[in-house]
């Protein structure tokens, strides 16, 4: 029962970080252009972790991202049988959030969905990978100690908004395979045909970051 609540907490945080993150990029028409819309959507993903670590943190940690979980996985820090829970609840969650954006505001918003940079793919990887390391790496970070528990949120937030105020411009930022997923699904086309680089950048960027974390750890070195 105990990974149940854990589950359907995975999926409320995940559809309330489609919904009200990229609602409010599709809403405001963020593009790669700038402006005001682009540091409201920065701040719209920030604050939606701010408010989901405060809120179901302690029932599921608050991953709301396949990418933090494969790290938690990674490191330890999970059994296997609740990361396939968490990544079934999280892409789940994703997909009905995206349900209630193309409901509200139909496809042609394009739901925050991710786009290559440039059209290119090599280069979209990096830089999703780039921005998921960094993104992982302060999560592991600041979750390692009990006693940051009381900031933690904050920290992940200000993280996941500054990680998207640079990351916008280049692909919209994704750092969630789950939150790419389910905009990707409802929009179609090149949304959907591209989508397949922001499920593995962020994987194979959050993987690295608890490899490099487990290395750098003063704990684990002693």
């Not at 408010?51 to 029932?59: R, T, V």
């Not at 330890?76 to 079934?88: A, E, K, N, P, Q």
């Not at 302060?138 to 979750?143: A, F, N, P, R, S």
Request: charged fraction near 10%; hydrophobic fraction near 55%; proline fraction near 2%.
């Amino acid at each position: 029962m105990n990974s149940i609540r854990k589950y359907i907490a995975e999926f409320i945080g995940t559809l309330v970080l489609v919904l009200f993150a990229c609602g409010t990029a599709a809403a405001l028409g963020c593009s790669k252009l700038g402006g005001t819309a682009y540091i409201i959507t920065a701040l719209a993903f920030g604050l939606v972790i701010v408010a989901m670590a405060y809120s179901i943190g302690n029932i599921s940690g608050c991953h709301i991202n396949p990418a933090v979980s494969i790290a938690m996985l990674v490191s330890g820090r999970m059994s296997l049988t609740d990361f396939v829970g968490y990544i079934i609840a999280q892409f789940a969650g994703a997909t009905a959030g995206a349900a209630l954006l193309m409901a509200f505001l139909g496809k042609e918003s394009g739901l925050g969905t991710n786009s290559l940079f440039d059209d290119d793919i090599m280069l979209s990887l990096l830089i999703e990978v780039i921005l998921t390391f960094v993104f992982v790496i302060t999560i592991l970070g600041v979750t390692s100690k009990e006693g940051n528990s009381a900031v933690a949120g904050l920290v992940i937030g200000l993280t996941l908004t500054l990680v998207h105020i640079f990351g916008i411009y280049f692909t919209g930022t994704s750092v969630n395979p789950a939150r790419s997923f389910g905009p990707a699904l409802f929009v179609g086309g090149d949304a959907l045909k591209c989508v397949w680089v922001f499920l593995v950048a962020p994987l194979v960027g959050a993987v690295l970051a608890a490899v490099v974390y487990k290395f750098l750890d003063p704990k684990k070195a002693e």
